[in-house]
């Protein structure tokens, strides 16, 4: 027969068990996606290093969004006209694993516009929720407009259609 623990034990013990799980919780990353209001798309090409409209070919790694939090969903991208900047034909996007994470996903097939910073030491852009990135179709006939007229003074062939 199992003997019976005393009541001010069994309190002391179900105290440093919540304390323990209180501990383990705060010390889970936690992740938030906050952004700022986006800027109108004008000002949004003005800032941008590149701005590309670009078709996504295929997916090269897409995380789990609970299990590899760590790591970066990754496609490849057709270039299909560069309105600012100059890039090779195939560029290669990145996003947060979740939404969480400011990640955004994009689907095979469909072509985007994305203004772009530089991309990182591995040649990869990084892309956001809080990033400028549109449908082709989404893009509204004025911002096309704003697109034609980007001002281009990093590659002398402006607008270059592959």
Known sequence: MMARVPTPLRWAIAVAAAV?????VATTPAAACSCARPPPFA??????VY????????TVFLPDPIAQQTQR???????VTA???CLPRAIAITSGANGALCGIRLTVGTEYVFLLRSS?????????SCDT???WEEVSADDRHVL????DQVCPARRVSY
């Open 83 to 85: 309105y600012k900047g």
């Open 133 to 135: 990135t549109k449908t």
């Open 20 to 24: 323990a799980v209180a501990a383990a």
């Open 148 to 151: 034609g007229r980007a001002n």
């Open 120 to 128: 990182g030491l591995d040649g990869k852009f990084q892309v956001s």
């Open 43 to 48: 000002d949004a090409v003005a800032a941008a």
């Open 51 to 58: 701005a590309v409209r670009a078709k996504v070919a295929k």
């Open 73 to 79: 969903a990754e496609w490849a991208a057709d270039v």
